[in-house]
């Protein structure tokens, strides 16, 4: 699977946001996708995840409330929609897909089980 996150930029704080991920080369359908992100100096983190189907999604502690993950399995994408945007909130947005049927967390928002990555869009926030 190949894939090519867009849509970063430079945001206010407060302001809004949506990135999106394009998937090519495998059936995009067959595989639950991840939103993480990795700030300067810091570890990569779990920012959202959906299901291959679409119905299940995750989200991490930070961005509840705030972000929404979805997916349209007949165009191959997947969406990241950010509002409320914090200062915090700027890092280096990745896309990632694994393949499995799987619906559980565990299964979903941990990186180290992703076998493919897009290159990254960055989003900053200022103050």
């Known amino acids: 699977v190949q894939l090519q996150a867009s849509g970063g930029g430079l945001v206010q704080a407060g302001g809004s946001l949506g990135l999106s991920c394009a998937a090519s080369?495998?059936?995009?359908?067959?595989?639950?996708m991840g939103w993480f992100r990795q700030a300067p100096g810091k570890e990569r983190d779990f920012v959202a995840a959906?299901?291959?189907?679409?119905?299940?999604?995750f989200y991490g502690d930070s961005v509840k409330g705030r972000f929404t993950v979805s997916r349209d399995n007949d165009k191959n994408m997947v969406y990241l929609q950010m509002t409320i945007l914090r200062p915090e909130d700027t890092a280096v947005y990745y896309c990632?897909?694994?393949?499995?049927?799987?619906?559980?967390?565990?299964?979903?928002?941990?990186?180290?089980?992703?076998?493919?990555w897009g290159q990254g869009t960055l989003v900053t926030v200022s103050s």
């Open positions: 990632a897909a694994r393949r499995t049927f799987s619906v559980r967390s565990a299964d979903l928002i941990e990186g180290a089980k992703y076998s493919y």
């Open positions: 959906i299901s291959r189907g679409g119905g299940t999604t």
């Open positions: 080369g495998r059936t995009f359908s067959n595989y639950g």
